[in-house]
């Protein structure tokens, strides 16, 4: 069936190649990226904060801000680094309108989902003005594509958010807190849902937390048992 699979798809290979999701270049070989690129994502593995997942000097602790302020969600798992490589996939996600890289993402962060057998995936959501304007929300397709490695349930439509919010980028920290205070809400009818339950938020960039903490906080109080971020990238900030 294997030899079957590859006499097939040789035609294809040769008419349509394989392309780097990093750079674009031809891939002769199976795979979503080429060496090089390959070489500059820095995945996680885990060897981070507990909480937050920013490198730290000893694994399995948690790192000083973390302990100064706890953030209302469980953990975040973050499949790389938000190096040039992982931010050139999520802009043409959003912005190229390639769906394609959704697939790709999802591949390596599947396995932190994988740890997490019975969680609910619940993509964050946006607005329904910034989703007419893009056409789709990136953390769905992603969520999505992750469901279809691990078997997991996804929930498109468990939060809903209320108001569209300023860019959080050039934000401080307690002014991206305050942006999101209240923007969020659980749809009718899912208060039930998620009572007890295990919950990976999806979205593709973990920035500052304050979006992530917002809707933890909103899932915690109708009853998860725990909240943690899967997520593509995570931005480090202040690595000690």
Known sequence: MRLIRQII??????????????????????????????????????????????????????????????????????????????????????????????????????RHAAAYPDALLIPVPLHWTRLWQRGFNQSLLIARCVASHTGQLVHPQALVRTRRTRPLGRLSQKDRAIEVRGVFRLANGFGSLVQGKDVLLVDDVYTSGATANACAKLLKRNGAQSVRILCWARVVIDAP
């Open 9 to 110: 798809s040789w035609p294809l290979d040769f008419a349509l190649p394989r392309r780097c999701a990093g750079c674009g270049g031809i891939q002769p070989f199976i795979g979503d990226f080429c060496a090089s690129c390959w070489l500059q994502l820095d995945q996680i593995t885990g060897a981070g904060c507990l909480r937050c997942a920013t490198p730290i000097q000893e694994a399995g602790l948690i790192c000083a801000t973390c302990l100064a302020h706890p953030p209302d969600h469980d953990g975040v798992l973050a499949a790389v680094d938000y190096g040039p490589i992982a931010r050139r996939l999520v802009l043409r996600l959003k912005y190229g309108r390639k769906p394609q890289f959704a697939h790709v993402m999802a591949r390596l962060m599947a």
